[in-house]
């Protein structure tokens, strides 16, 4: 089952056509059925893609979906970019419409 985590390790590993690959099949799916942005934002991160790789988060943040924003590794690379904080920013905001 191909994952958003393998196509990041396949990126980081210089694998860049099968991240690639992997990328197109996750935006055809997304197109289709509107999940998956997250998959593909890790993508992106491991090809150093960072504008793009937001892009797909702030995607994945609108549409409510779960994210591991705040826990996963994969997502260090973007943590001191201002458009970071601002993503969990809104993710705080949701939470608090949510009570």
């Known amino acids: 089952q191909p994952s958003g985590n393998l196509g990041h390790a396949y990126a980081v590993a210089g694998r860049v056509d099968d991240a690639r690959w992997l990328l197109r099949h996750f935006e055809t799916r997304y197109d289709r059925q509107g999940s998956g ?42 943590r001191r970019d201002p458009r970071f904080q601002d993503l969990l920013a809104k993710l705080d905001g949701r939470r608090e419409l949510e009570r």
Not at 47 to 65: I, K, N
């Open 37 to 78: 942005a997250g998959a593909i934002a890790q993508i992106y991160v491991g090809l150093g893609e960072h504008d793009r790789a937001f892009e797909w988060l702030a995607r994945q943040v609108d549409t409510g979906a779960p994210t591991t924003l705040r826990v996963a590794e994969i997502w260090d690379p973007l």
